[in-house]
């Protein structure tokens, strides 16, 4: 079935550092991806989507590009900041196909930034 | 403009107890998801109302009801309450408009646990 798999963590880094948190994926078809956010004791917050192959999302300084060749679509970021600590979640939703907005979460990985 | 909004907040019940959580989506969406995130992990879907009706549904048994409501808010159902259902309730609401891939919008969550 479809599933996600993401990096483990947590990533550590200091601020200003480059940051990739890896993350492929399996579905048939073709899948929209997407990255969410989530901050201590908050829900979900959608950072970026990518809704076809070679498609760049970008938000707040962080980018992923949805390789269809690798299957992955890996989160990066230039600079991070204090502010980015997060657990950051790669996710899918199925084939257009199927009609209907499963989204389909890897692990999450956590990230520490510090000053 | 409200988003997702979840209640209550936190929840504790015992063993074999019943609970009932609510959600009201964000202003112009229709169609409501439920995910359960275990402590260190992906949320995983639960189920999906549109038009008051059951969707699709994950993998997880019939303890797990749910309702939606003329006004699209949204209720969960837990029978039966076991130890293994203590998690976050994430509710996610997104306009069911054509295309599956528009984004999905998250409450804050339920923490439930169970003693």
């Known amino acids: 079935g479809d599933s996600v798999t993401q990096m483990e963590g947590p990533v550590t880094l200091s601020e200003e550092a480059f940051l990739t948190i890896n993350c492929t994926y399996t579905?048939?078809?073709?899948?929209?991806l997407f990255w969410y956010v989530q901050y201590p004791g908050e829900g979900l917050q959608l950072l970026l989507k990518?809704?076809?192959?070679?498609d760049k999302g970008s938000n707040k300084g962080f980018e992923a590009t949805y390789r269809k060749e690798t299957t992955s679509f890996h989160l990066e970021k230039g600079s991070v900041q204090v502010s980015d600590s997060a657990v950051y979640f790669c996710?899918?939703?199925?084939?257009?196909?199927?009609?209907?907005?499963?989204?389909?979460f890897g692990t999450g990985t956590r990230l520490l930034v510090s000053p | 403009d409200a988003g997702v909004t979840q209640s209550p907040t936190h929840l504790i019940k015992t063993r074999g107890q019943q609970v009932t959580l609510r959600c009201s989506p964000k202003?112009?969406?229709?169609?409501v998801s439920w995910y359960q995130q275990a402590l260190g992990q992906g949320p995983q879907f639960i189920f999906q109302?549109?038009?008051?009706?059951?969707?699709q549904r994950g993998n997880f048994p019939d303890r797990f009801s749910g309702h939606q409501f003329p006004n699209y808010s949204s209720e969960l159902n837990v029978n039966a309450l076991l130890l293994g259902d203590s998690a976050l309730y994430l509710c996610?609401?997104?306009?069911?408009?054509?295309?599956?891939?528009?984004?999905?919008?998250f409450g804050d969550g339920t923490r439930l646990s169970i003693l």
């Open positions: 990518a809704t076809k192959a070679d």
């Open positions: 996610a609401s997104s306009l069911s408009r054509g295309l599956s891939n528009q984004p999905q919008h």
């Open positions: 202003s112009g969406h229709d169609t």
């Open positions: 996710a899918l939703i199925p084939s257009m196909n199927t009609g209907f907005q499963k989204l389909v």
């Open positions: 579905a048939t078809g073709y899948p929209s």
């Open positions: 109302y549109y038009e008051e009706e059951e969707r």
